[in-house]
């Protein structure tokens, strides 16, 4: 069965404090890893996707890797604003077709000026 | 940018009574979805829907839950008879292929309240 574990739950860092957010995954055929951001109330917003072991995808402070067994979100120099809930989220082989995703409990990013 | 809509923000409904979430996905997408999040607990697939018919559900989407693409521009989520347990923010998504790189867009949610 697929699962995803996200680490920390939370996560407070003072401004410019940088950090990384942990996403371990068991999956039957890596068909794709996501991240996105959730703010309150909110529905989750695509930040990026990552196919093979190896790969990184920057967005301004954000950079995404994939190893084999885990994906990590590096937060350089956070801003009160990038302060949100980072979920992760995998699509295995059999839901190529049908986009299912399995999401984790995500980690909730606390930002202090 | 182009975005998911979802109409209401917040339902409220008494338990045993059917309810109705609506959508409207991104014009040129394909594939229709929605997820859950009980409150404190992980974003959950229900469903998903393509070329109007279910391609995947859970095991949450029992015989209480329906979709429908009622015309072009609608997606929709029926509990026939909701219970407490359905409580959840309700999220539909889209995408233009069930393997997009890009992701899948969400809406901003319906506030499911059973009472």
């Known amino acids: 069965e697929d699962q995803v574990t996200q680490s920390p739950e939370a996560l407070r860092l003072q401004e410019g404090e940088s950090s990384s957010l942990n996403c371990s995954y068991t999956?039957?055929?890596?068909?794709?890893l996501f991240w996105y951001r959730q703010d309150p109330g909110k529905g989750p917003e695509f930040l990026f996707t990552l196919y093979s072991a190896g790969e990184e995808k920057e967005k301004e402070r954000l950079k995404a890797t994939l190893t084999k067994k885990e994906s990590f979100l590096h937060i350089t120099a956070p801003k009160p604003e990038d302060s949100a809930t980072y979920l992760c989220?995998?699509?295995?082989?059999?839901?190529?077709?049908?986009?299912?995703?399995?999401f984790g409990q995500g980690t909730t990013l606390q930002v202090k000026p | 940018e182009p975005e998911v809509t979802q109409t209401p923000s917040h339902q409220v409904t008494q338990m045993g009574q059917e309810v109705i979430l609506r959508c409207v996905p991104i014009s040129n997408h394909l594939y229709f979805y929605w997820y859950r999040q009980i409150l404190g607990q992980k974003v959950e697939f229900l469903v998903s829907f393509y070329n109007n018919e279910i391609s995947e559900k859970s095991e949450i989407f029992d015989d209480q839950f329906s979709v429908e693409r009622p015309d072009g521009s609608n997606f929709t989520l029926k509990i026939r008879s909701t219970k407490l347990e359905d409580s959840a923010m309700y999220f539909c998504?889209?995408?233009?292929?069930?393997?997009?790189?890009?992701?899948?867009?969400f809406g901003s949610g319906t506030r499911l309240t059973v009472v």
């Open positions: 989220a995998v699509r295995d082989h059999g839901s190529s077709n049908t986009g299912k995703l399995i």
């Open positions: 998504a889209s995408s233009p292929q069930s393997d997009s790189t890009y992701g899948y867009t």
């Open positions: 999956v039957s055929g890596l068909r794709g």
